[in-house]
T-cell receptor, first 114, second 108 residues
Framework: NAGVTQTPKFRILKIGQSMTLQCAQDMNHNYMYWYRQDPGMGLKLIYYSVGAGITDKGEVPNGYNVSRSTTEDFPLRLELAAPSQTSVYFC?????????????FGPGTRLTVT | RKEVEQDPGPFNVPEGATVAFNCTYSNSASQSFFWYRQDCRKEPKLLMSVYSSGNEDGRFTAQLNRASQYISLLIRDSKLSDSATYLCVVNEGGKLIFGQGTELSVKP
């Protein structure tokens, strides 16, 4: 199993450009998450999904959109990129959301907006 | 007040030292608790879950005090390979809330 994969690994965007960060998992997990991590900070939840066709906002959703058409894929869309979106983005998945469970993270996408 | 707050660090310790990390959380309804490890420029990985009765995994011991809303991680006999950032994580209604992390550097 590849686990959670993310593409691209690095990206530089100009202000106002758009892009999609790709995330896929092959563990048949229902729950998937997108986080951002700013330098020296903890991870902040952007959006999450409890299954195909179901998404919900996390703590910092502004400026982002998601979709979940399949169990495997959970892309994150940035519209009109801003310098404040410079960050490392992590996708994660888990088998369930309650109790003692583990979230598996992808390797991250390092995004710079200039 | 931050939802999950950790010792600011960094902690610089010699090999073989014992080091303890502290964490407090603000939501008394939090359901479950974890320590994740994050190596430099890498993704977080689960180190261990934290049980109410306390639990041990080799050189690592985790404690939870629900009354004080306090979590700790003790590392005994530190190794160079323990150098990383340790993230205190709390499950609130199915969402993970991360502390900002405490950096550990173990020196020879």
């Amino acid at each position: 199993n590849a686990g959670v994969t993310q593409t691209p690994k690095f990206r530089i965007l100009k202000i106002g450009q758009s892009m999609t960060l790709q995330c896929a998992q092959d563990m048949n997990h229902n729950y998937m998450y997108w986080y951002r991590q700013d330098p020296g900070m903890g991870l902040k939840l952007i959006y999450y999904s409890v299954g195909a066709g179901i998404t919900d906002k996390g703590e910092v959703p502004n400026g982002y959109n998601v979709s979940r058409s399949t169990t495997e894929d959970f892309p994150l869309r940035l519209e009109l990129a801003a310098p404040s979106q410079t960050s490392v983005y992590f996708c994660a998945s888990s088998q369930r959301s309650t109790g003692l469970y583990e979230q598996y993270f992808g390797p991250g996408t390092r995004l710079t907006v200039t | 007040r931050k939802e999950v707050e950790q010792d600011p660090g960094p902690f610089n310790v010699p090999e073989g030292a014992t080091v303890a990390f502290n964490c407090t959380y603000s939501n008394s309804a939090s359901q479950s608790f974890f320590w994740y490890r994050q190596d430099c420029r890498k993704e977080p990985k689960l180190l261990m879950s934290v049980y109410s009765s306390g639990n041990e995994d080799g050189r690592f011991t985790a404690q939870l005090n629900r009354a004080s809303q306090y979590i700790s991680l003790l590392i005994r006999d530190s190794k160079l390979s323990d150098s990383a950032t340790y993230l205190c994580v709390v499950n609130e209604g199915g969402k993970l809330i991360f502390g900002q992390g405490t950096e550990l550097s173990v020196k020879p």
